[in-house]
């Protein structure tokens, strides 16, 4: 019991120091106006994973002796697993991101491959899976960093946001099965990371 006090202890003062989202430059006004703006994820092989700093290779190399040493699951179980992280990671973290960022955003929506004035990037730069044993849990945490550009001249950058450690949690809507696999939590932490940075965002166009 002590053990497992400890556990939710020490997750809980994580949560609380790693929701940071920082204006490294520019302002948000350039959004005031606008109605619609472009949305595009980045996720390419420059992505690390967990501490260790995996690549995306090692993690899934790492993930397959996982779930194939386990005498419970099967080759099955692995390609199961291997088709959804990629349904996740080319679909759903945008989704969720989407999701998110649009939560109370009233005067402006963002949408994924529309022409619109402005794109906002979403570059992933790290990514923490979490992990799950029954009823205690470990977020997923994901850092990346949030662009806004001028969609005819990506040099001009309207704002840039570090968004380090942003874990997926707080959302009630999303339903517990999402917690339970590594893609799952990952999508939760886009969608929170969304909801953050339409909270700062707001602050200034309101």
């Not at 697993?81 to 998110?100: A, I, P, Q, V």
């Amino acid at each position: 019991m002590k053990k497992l006090f400890l556990m939710l202890f020490v997750g809980f003062a994580t949560i609380a120091y790693s929701q940071k989202m920082k204006l490294i430059s520019g302002d948000f006004s350039s959004l005031k106006d606008q109605t619609e703006v472009n949305v595009q994820l980045v996720f390419d092989k420059n992505v690390i994973f967990q501490a260790e700093n995996f690549t995306e290779a090692q993690y899934l190399d790492y993930k397959k002796n996982d779930i194939l040493n386990n005498p419970k699951k099967t080759k099955e179980d692995w390609e199961k697993w291997s088709k959804d992280w990629n349904d996740f990671k080319e679909t759903k973290y945008m989704e969720k991101f989407l999701k998110g960022i649009n939560h109370k955003s009233k005067n402006i929506v963002f949408k994924n491959n529309i022409q619109s004035k402005y794109t906002l990037i979403v570059k992933t730069i790290w990514i923490y899976a979490g992990w799950s044993a029954g009823f205690v849990m470990q977020p997923a945490k994901l850092t990346s960093e949030l662009k806004l550009i001028e969609t005819d001249n990506p040099s001009n950058v309207l704002f840039s946001v570090d968004s380090s450690g942003i874990e997926g949690v707080g959302i009630s809507e999303n339903p517990n099965s999402e917690y339970m696999m590594e893609y799952g939590r990952i999508s939760v932490a886009y969608e929170k990371t969304g909801r953050l940075l339409w909270k700062q965002i707001a602050k200034q166009i309101k």
